[in-house]
């Protein structure tokens, strides 16, 4: 069967897409631009036909997604900003929930074979900011940062700006499900990922110009003096995170279980702290041979200190029993990027 997969050049969609190639579906990718759908055109050209790329300019306007939908079984719907640089709340905001209302009135009206639509939300939408530790749920709803970004407008934190995009884009998708389930033959999953690290596979040329999430892990992992972040930073920061890789599988997971649809899914490995990926890339032998050494930060000195206090945790019991993803380790994680970074000379 055939797969729909947007922004499939983003740093998640691409291994979505290699996922679901191995897996033998056939992969139809919207990009927005020609040369994007090239560089995805060379790196499967080992699955020849069985992928192909088309483009979608901007995937605000009405109709955009009309073509793309047509005759492919699901819809893997990931194009979305993330970035933490937006002045003006709707440069997110806008084509994050155009984007996601748009793929469900293409699917309405021009998606007939389409069985279900598996939306890429985030815990952005799940989780608020909390002074004690507290446990988060899918029945969970981030109304903290609509609250704030509607109060504070352009001065609110970027971190909110985006917040509320992907809250936003997460509620319309329900409320679009609700108001249309009557008349469709297909239903509706969401997956709700915390941080996402891991290696790359899409285009990326330098570091700096990595995605948001993992350029973070980039600064704060390999290279944290430099970008000024003091080793109680590295000990105390943190938040939960899921590898790429095993997201990218229960995006696949996520079109395959029956008990899916018509859900809202955590998708998180666990919780860290900046440190612990330190400790675990010192750990590593033989060592990564990277341009710069590793820092060490204090070791130990995250999770396993008794006094390390995590705020956020995340119940992955749904996701558990739906997705039943075998998650990747903080130490594998680790090993694998900076091999990527090895192999890129960084
Ligand atoms: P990337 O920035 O690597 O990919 C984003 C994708 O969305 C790209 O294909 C990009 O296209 C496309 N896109 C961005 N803005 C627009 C726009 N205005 N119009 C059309 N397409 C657009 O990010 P990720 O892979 O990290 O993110 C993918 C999805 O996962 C997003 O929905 C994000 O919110 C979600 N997510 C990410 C997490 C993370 O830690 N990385 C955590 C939780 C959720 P182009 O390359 O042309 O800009």
């Given amino acids: 069967s055939k797969v729909l ?9 691409i291994w979505v897409v290699k996922n679901l190639l191995e897996k033998g579906y056939a992969v139809r990718g919207t990009v927005r631009s020609e ?27 009405e109709g955009a997604f009309d073509e793309a939908v047509k005759g492919v079984d699901a819809i893997e719907h990931t194009a979305s900003p993330f970035h933490l640089n937006a002045d003006d709340p709707d440069e997110l905001i806008i084509p994050a929930v155009r984007g ?15 069985k279900r639509v598996v939306i890429t939300s985030s815990c952005a939408s799940v989780l608020t900011d909390v002074p004690t530790a507290s446990t988060f749920t899918e029945v969970n709803w981030n109304e903290q940062c609509l609250e704030i970004v509607k109060e504070k ?11 509320a995009s992907k809250t936003l884009a997460e509620k319309s998708a329900w409320e679009f499900w609700n108001q249309h389930k009557s008349e469709v033959a297909w239903d509706l999953t969401v997956l709700n990922p915390p941080f996402v690290f891991g290696p790359v ?6 570091a700096e110009t990595l995605n948001t999430s993992a350029l973070t892990w980039y600064k704060m992992v390999a290279h944290p003096t430099s970008n000024g972040v003091t080793n109680e930073f590295l000990a105390t920061n943190g938040s939960c995170w899921v590898d790429v890789r ?20 955590i998708v998180s490995t666990g919780l860290w702290k900046w440190q612990d990926f330190i400790d675990a890339a010192n750990e590593l032998n033989p060592p990564p041979r990277l341009s710069q050494p590793l820092p060490r930060g204090v070791p ?7 006094a390390t206090v995590h705020l956020l945790y995340y119940d992955t019991a749904k996701g558990e029993r739906i997705l039943g993803i075998k998650h ?7 090993k694998d990027t900076l091999a990527d970074y090895e192999a890129r000379g960084w």
């Avoid at 997969?5 to 969609?13: E, K, L, Q, S």
């Avoid at 130990?300 to 008794?306: D, I, M, R, S």
């Fill in 100 to 114: 996601t209302v748009g793929i469900l009135q293409s699917t309405l009206k021009h998606g007939s074979s389409v």
């Fill in 300 to 306: 130990g000195a995250g999770t396993p200190n008794p």
């Fill in 201 to 206: 596979i899409h285009d990326v040329k330098t």
């Fill in 153 to 163: 407008g352009r001065s609110a934190p970027n971190m909110m700006k985006y917040r």
């Fill in 35 to 61: 040369e994007k759908a090239q560089y995805l055109r060379t790196l499967f050209s080992a699955y020849g036909d069985k992928h192909e790329e088309v483009v979608v300019e901007d995937i605000t306007k």
């Fill in 5 to 13: 997969v947007t922004g499939a050049n983003g740093y998640i969609a």
């Fill in 328 to 334: 990747r380790t903080i130490a594998e994680t680790t």
């Fill in 246 to 265: 095993d997201l990218a599988e229960a995006h696949s997971r996520a079109l395959e279980k029956a008990a899916a649809g018509g859900e809202r899914i």
